[in-house]
């Protein structure tokens, strides 16, 4: 009986849960809420487009289906990433040097930053481009053990992943969407519009 309350909570509980809740001053601190939802909050309201997947299967229906949206063909697709181009091959993507005249980039990225809900990537999945040299649009293909809380702990993972050489054109995205340009915080970065495919992998 008490394994039952402890796991489903028992009514006196939940109202001691609320009256808590309730009673928190304005100088509590925050309540902490978990990384994957607090990446989800704050990439959405960076303007970005979540599609949560549990297989690869689902991974190339949603891709399809983004790509029938726009009405863009395959040949639309710029991926610089052989090894993601061969994971994407049944939609005749294949990897190229550079991004000139194409539409869309299909790209991995190192982390997805939860606190400020951005995209960090680097030159292992972009090269030496520079994000105004591609395409306006993105979809990004991660896993959700890339989900991290914040940036410095994205870039103790790169430096830590690549002890040989540490990938140079570091860089994170966090504007999805067109930027008014009065909003002098967003000056200067490139917005992009941007989906992203992220895969349950834990």
């Known amino acids: 009986m008490n394994f039952l309350k402890r796991l489903f909570g028992s009514k006196e509980n939940k109202k001691k849960d609320t009256?808590?809740?309730?009673?928190?001053?304005?100088?509590?601190p925050e309540i902490q809420l978990p990384t994957d939802e607090k990446f989800t909050i704050n990439f959405k309201k960076n303007g970005g487009k979540f599609l949560y997947c549990d297989?690869?299967?689902?991974?190339?229906?949603?891709?399809?289906?983004?790509?029938?949206?726009?009405?863009?063909?395959?040949a639309d697709v710029c991926c610089i990433d052989d090894t993601l181009a061969s994971r994407f091959r049944t939609f005749n993507i294949?990897?190229?040097?550079h991004c000139y005249g194409t539409t869309l980039l299909l790209t991995r990225c190192e982390n997805l930053v939860a606190d400020n809900g951005s995209i960090l990537i680097s030159s292992n999945q972009i090269k030496e481009s520079k994000?105004?040299?591609?395409?306006d649009n993105f979809i990004v293909?991660?896993?959700?053990?890339?989900?991290?809380?914040?940036?410095?702990?994205?870039?103790?993972?790169?430096?830590?992943?690549?002890?040989?050489?540490?990938?140079?054109?570091?860089?994170?995205?966090?504007?999805?969407?067109?930027?008014?340009?009065?909003?002098?915080?967003?000056?200067?970065?490139t917005s992009k519009n941007l989906y992203l495919l992220l895969l349950e992998d834990l």
């Open 94 to 97: 294949s990897s190229r040097k």
């Open 55 to 74: 297989s690869m299967q689902e991974i190339m229906e949603c891709f399809h289906n983004i790509l029938a949206e726009n009405s863009w063909s395959p």
């Open 141 to 189: 293909f991660a896993t959700t053990s890339q989900l991290i809380d914040n940036l410095g702990e994205g870039l103790h993972g790169i430096k830590s992943k690549n002890k040989a050489q540490i990938p140079t054109n570091i860089t994170t995205i966090k504007h999805f969407n067109n930027q008014e340009e009065k909003d002098f915080l967003s000056y200067g970065s």
């Open 19 to 28: 009256t808590v809740a309730g009673e928190r001053g304005k100088f509590m």
């Open 131 to 135: 994000l105004h040299d591609l395409p």
